[in-house]
Structure formats: C-alpha cells, structure tokens
C-alpha cells in the first residue's frame, strides 16, 4: 500500500527520529526543497490576491490567549503553559488568530482598508496524544498556510466566494483532488460563543457562497468561534481529513475589542475570516506523497533535472550544463557514480522528472539527449531549448512533463 512515511523515507523527504519526539519530524533537504517550492507558490497566489504577509511568533504570553478564548475552550489541545515566573507565563500558540488580531490593532484602521488581509505561513502547537502521531498526517509542531481577513459585514459573501476561487486554484497546481466541501453548522451539545441570530446570520453566508457546489452540512462540527467550511482529502488509508477552511469569527473582534472608523466617522467591528489554502505543510505533504507516489510535478519537484554523463570525458560539460541549469532557476544535479544504467534506475526510483544524458556526440554537438519520468526517450535537442523546454513547465507550474501539442 502507499504510505507517505514509507516513501518519505525512500525518497530522503523527511525524518522522525525518536530522539527529536514523537510528531516533531525534521524536513530533509529535498523534502525542504519540495516545500519551499510550494511556500513560494503560494504566497505568490495570496500576494495576487491581496494578502499583506507577517510574521509573528509561536509562542505568546498566557494572557494572550485567555482573551483569544483558547485556553478557556481548547486548552486539552494545547502545550502546558511555561512558568518563566510567578506573574510570567507563556504558551505555544494553538493558532495564528490571536497575533494576527494584534496586527488590525497595531494602529486605527478605516473602512478604505478592508477587508484586510493578513497572511502568514507560521508555526503553532497542538499536543496530540502519542498514539495518533504518524509521519507528517498527524504532527506536534504545524507550519499552517493561514490568513485571517478583517472585513465589514457586507463584505464577508463576496470574501468567502474568493477564498474558494483560491482555495481550487491552488488544489489544481498542486494536485490535490478534494474529497468533498462540508459546512460545518452548530449542533445541539457543543459550547459556542456568540447569540443565536449571528449564528443563524453566519451559517446562512456559508450557504449562501457555497451555491452551486455540492456539500454535506454537518451539525455540531462548527468552530466554538463560528461556523466553517472545510474541505475534506482522504488518505492512501482511506482516513479522511481537512485541507482547507474558511472559518467566520464574530467571536474575536469582540475580545480583542477590534473596531474601524466608517464612511460615516462611527466605529465598527469588522468580521474575522480565518482559512487556510491548503493546510498546514506537514498534511498537505503527507497527502501530496501518496497522491502522486513521490513523482511531483517538475514544478516542486526536490531535483528537476539530473544530468548523467556518459563517460568522464563528458563530465565537465555536465558540470557547466548545470551551471546553466542553475542560473535558469533549475534544482539540478550531476550523477557519476556507477554504470549509466544504473544511474537511470536511480533517478527513476527517486522520481527525477527529467534526465539529461551527455554522451560525446550530444557534447559535441550542443545538444542534450532528455528523458522524461516514466520512460520516455526524446531526441536529443540543443542545450538551451531543453531548459526552456523545462523552465516553462515549472513556470507555468505545469502538471505534465512535456508542453500540450
Ligand atoms: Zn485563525
């Protein structure tokens, strides 16, 4: 069966020793090559689309989060507060939110500014119990792709329809397929915050942007905070989770007292939308490796192309090719070691989308004889067309090795 820990290891992405903790897996070089590719891209997409990104730290003083509500609502998921001294504690942050509340206080805000858009690509803790932790699907330190928009009440329809314009573009880049949209709605046992007509308001929204797409609508499974929409992947295992959310939150302008000055000189309280593209890092991965088997697309691909000389005579052309390969923005590598055939079988085993063989009549003529993953043998072309050949399919994130035609 395909498991992401087992090609994890297979392929060099990541490690989870003892030693470092149970759910604390460390990113190997090429699964930190793989990532970074992914970051960048996403932040581009949110960039494009608006968002101001910040940085804030993983961990904030206890008060911070008794007025987040998180210690009165999810302290179970949460790290034990760190006793610095006897007035002095602080905690690991479960969430993002809290600072990001902190950045829409930092000075007065206008209506001109929103919706607001403030993103992040940070580190928060959750204290899972032992049992459950396996390889990057279930982890203790979570690099979350998160946003938080403040915006005006009339405006949070029209925000929610964006983020899921978003949220399909960046499955289709990176070859997620959604398992299914859940709005998740309050149920009859669960503690929430807020009044009954702000529930009713908020779940309407949701309903409201989700038309024309199927859904399942899930009673109970709401956010103390407010009502959500998720979208579901399943596993390799067939163990189904969330990727992506847009979460509403009337919750948190309150506590953290969170206003703007409208068109009309009269303070506001703006509305809270949390979500996050597609996830946190770790599960996103752990569901990329299994989808595509380790043979990601060119695009974060850890090694784009690997470059194998046939003989030592034609090393050093492969050295300079790489030079080329490099100053183009490839992630490249040249092979020695062992038999051609061997090297071959390597690169196909690491899931390298293109292979660039030198023998000495592609070196004397310029030119490069490309392999594609899977296979595939192209007729040798010159140096500089393959790596547009290449450079053009990673920039259009493309999700095959060749162009279409
Ligand atoms: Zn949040």
Redesign the pocket.
């Known amino acids: 069966m395909i498991d992401h820990r087992r090609l994890g290891r297979e392929l060099d992405l990541f490690v989870s020793d003892p030693l470092a903790g149970a759910g604390l897996p460390i990113w190997l070089p090429a699964g930190a090559a793989a990532r970074h590719a992914v970051e960048e891209y996403v932040r581009e997409l949110e960039r494009r689309s608006g968002h101001q990104h910040v940085y804030s730290p993983p961990l904030g003083k206890r008060e911070l989060f008794e007025l987040s509500g998180h210690l009165g609502y999810f302290a179970d998921d949460m790290f034990p507060p760190m006793r610095l001294s006897a007035d002095d504690e602080v905690v690991l942050r479960p969430?993002?939110?809290p600072h990001?509340a902190l950045v829409f206080r930092a000075r007065g805000r206008s209506y001109r500014e929103l919706p607001l858009r403030i993103a992040e690509l940070g580190g928060m803790y959750r204290s899972e119990r032992s049992g459950v932790l396996g390889g990057l699907s279930r982890v203790r330190a979570i690099s979350l792709n998160?946003a938080?928009t403040f915006c005006a009440p009339d405006q949070v329809g029209a925000e929610v329809v964006e983020i899921l314009r978003l949220i399909r573009a960046a499955h289709a880049a990176l070859g997620v397929r959604p398992a299914g949209f859940r709005l998740s709605v309050r149920g009859p046992a669960g503690r929430y915050v807020g009044d009954d007509a702000q529930w009713s308001y908020a779940e309407n929204l949701l309903r409201g942007a989700l038309d024309g797409v199927e859904y399942v609508e899930v009673p109970g499974e709401a956010a103390f905070y407010g009502p959500k929409i998720d979208i579901q992947i399943v596993d390799a295992a067939g163990r189904e989770s969330t990727i992506s959310t847009i979460?509403l939150?009337f919750d948190k302008p309150e506590r953290f007292d969170l206003s703007y000055t409208d068109s009309d000189g009269s303070r506001r309280r703006p509305v809270?939308v949390?979500r996050s593209l597609v996830g946190s890092m770790e599960r996103l991965f752990a569901y990329l490796i299994e989808v595509h088997e380790g043979a990601f697309p060119a695009w974060y691909a850890p090694v784009q192309l690997a470059l194998l000389p046939v003989g030592d005579e034609q090393a050093g052309a492969a050295a300079e090719l790489a030079r080329r390969a490099l100053d183009a923005g490839l992630r490249v590598e040249v092979d020695v070691a062992g038999s051609l055939g061997a090297r071959v079988r390597d690169a196909a085993r690491r899931r390298i989308p293109y292979l660039g063989v030198l023998g000495s009549r592609e070196v004397a003529d310029g030119r490069l004889a490309l392999r594609l993953r899977g296979g595939r043998a192209l007729d040798p072309m010159p140096v500089a067309d393959v790596l547009a050949l290449i450079s053009g399919q990673v920039a259009a994130r493309a999700a095959d090795l060749l162009p279409p035609g």
């Open positions: 969430a993002l939110c990001h998160d938080h979460q939150d809270m949390h």
